[in-house]
Every structure is written in C-alpha cells, then in structure tokens.
C-alpha cells in the first residue's frame, strides 16, 4: 500500500511536469472528501461507495499513468539528452546545430529526422535526401539556408549511378534564384525535344559527351535541358538545380554541379528554439511529431518550449 501511496506522488509530480496537472486536480477532485486517498485499514472491511466507480483510487491510478506517460518524455529533463543536444555537428569547415543531428549530436531527439548529417573521408558533411547523396558546403543557421552539392556528380558529368533530385520534400524548400535542368543519358540518335512541344524561351538544348559503355552504344547522345522534363525517349535522366544564369554553357553546367546550390529548411517558423535557449535549454524535436519543437532541460520543465523551474524562490 505504501508503494502505491508513493506512485500516486510520483504521478503527481510527473503530471505537473507534463502539462496534464489540471486534469489530475479534477479527477482527484471526485475523491470523496471523508474517504482519504488510498488510506486502506486492513482490519476494517471497506464501506460501500456511492461512486459510480467502485474504488475512485485505482480508477485515478489507471487513468493517470497513461496519460503521464504519454507526456512525459516531451517535457525532459533528462540530463544526457541536455548534454548531447548541446553539442554541435563538426566536421571539416561545417559545424551546426539544431535542426541538424548527427556526430556528436547522435541523438535522433536533437534534430529533425531528414537532417542527419555524416562526416565521412576527407572530412566531408554527407546529407542524404531522398536516396541522394549531397555533399554539405555550407549551413547558414541564421537565414535557414544551406549549400549543397550532388556527391555522385563531384567529379564529372557522366557518374555510374544516376538518381534524380527530388527537393520537393518536407522540410526543404527551394532557394531563390537557381533553376532545374534536365541531364538525359542514352538517347536515341533519332531523338529530337522539339518533338515533345518542349518549349525552350531562354536556353536551347545541349548535347556533351560520355563513355558509350556507360549509357548506350555509338548510336546514343546525351543532352541537357532546361525544366525538369522526365526521362522521355532515354535510357536515364537527372534532374538537378545550378544557378539561373542565361549563359547556358556545358563547362558552366559542369563548374554549377561542382559548386551546389542552396535550399532552405523549414523547422520551427514559430521561433520556439529561439524562447527555449533563451531560457537555457536545448531544442529538440518532438520525437511524437517531427513538426513540433521540445525544450530539454537540466532541471524540471512545467513547459514544452522553454525551460522553467518547477518552485520559484520569488526572486
């Protein structure tokens, strides 16, 4: 009896915690005023309750604790999680932290789940999206921005492997001035745009070379062009971002796939990290919902997104 006395305080200091006190006051509020909570004499049978639940205590115990702990782990203070969210991704010139996790911050907690970043020969940050691999050049946490490059694409025109990029999925969004083109390996011979009605009101298609082995044979030619266009009559098809230039030339195609592009992330637009390390915590994802924010905290959290002590002193 006394482990089960212990429970119910133990409950009552996670409820607090967790955001669901106000209804723990309320079913504790139908506990009969002359009927103490859980005070059970074993010597003296218990009279019959006039309460439609037959012992409100247990009914109490089992509504809570689901309830509890459902919560709980959103509002942490877990000290490991404080400490390894804390810490910052490194790795060559790249360092970063929230949204991103990964390296030292090898907690999925710490970051959204499509952010995972990999330090890997050369000390080179790898991100992969959608399949893709992309070398990491730059995260700007200020504007939300980051640079990246195809990793398949570092060295040449014509990889062995070819993906498309598909950056329309959550969190990124498209940066502002760059453009899709389209990269079509093993076309027939025979093979002309014009016949698809493709319209072409700035750049005109290119042809550029590469190892017959790879996509086709002596038969075959490969083309760039501009807008994402699908494989059509060829073999394979990329698409890709390089930067809206009107100089549409093979070497700067090459040199933009060298270069990268920028995308931009969005997590938390409602600046909640911004409140939780105001208050000295360290933001995370709500591992529940990738698109909410959780505040860990050091010491006990009566809030999701920032830190706050559960006694004041009255300072």
């Known amino acids: 009896m006394h482990c089960l006395a212990v429970s119910l305080n133990y409950l009552h200091s996670l409820a607090f915690r967790s955001g669901t006190y106000i209804l723990y006051q309320f079913l504790f509020s139908l506990q009969r005023p002359d009927q103490p909570l859980l005070e059970i004499h074993p010597s003296i049978p218990p009279a019959p309750h006039p309460h439609p639940f037959k012992n409100m205590n247990y009914f109490l115990l089992f509504v809570m604790i689901p309830l509890v702990l459902s919560e709980t782990p959103l509002s942490s203070s877990n000290p490991e999680w404080y400490r390894i969210c804390g810490n910052q991704f490194k790795c060559g010139n790249v360092a970063a932290g929230f949204p991103f996790w990964g390296g030292d911050r090898n907690l999925s907690n710490c970051g959204h789940p499509k952010l995972q970043l990999k330090c890997e020969k050369k000390a080179t940050a790898i991100l992969d999206i959608v399949g893709v691999r992309y070398r990491v050049l730059e995260i700007k946490q200020e504007t939300k921005r980051l640079k990246i490059a195809r990793d398949d694409y570092e060295d040449e025109i014509c990889p062995q492997n070819i993906q498309n990029t598909n950056l329309d999925v959550t969190p990124f969004v498209r940066a502002p001035g760059y ?42 030619m490969n083309i760039i062009l501009p807008g994402d266009t699908g494989r059509m009559d060829c073999s394979r098809s990329a698409t890709v971002l390089v930067p809206d230039d009107s100089s549409f030339s093979i070497e700067k195609i090459k040199q933009a796939l060298k270069d990268g592009f920028e995308v931009e992330w969005k997590v938390d637009d409602e600046g909640n990290c911004q409140k939780c390390n105001a208050s000295k915590g360290k933001c995370g994802i709500n591992p529940l919902n990738e698109t909410e924010t959780v505040c860990y905290c050091q010491e006990l959290s009566s809030s999701l997104k920032e830190c706050l002590p559960l006694h004041h002193d009255g300072k």
Request: glycine content about 4%; proline content about 12%; some cysteine.
């Open 179 to 220: 453009v899709t083109i389209t990269l079509l390996y093993g076309c027939p011979s025979t093979f002309n745009p014009s016949n698809f009605n493709l319209k072409f009101p700035i750049h005109e298609p290119l042809n550029f070379d590469c190892p017959n082995s790879l996509y086709g044979d002596d038969s075959t």
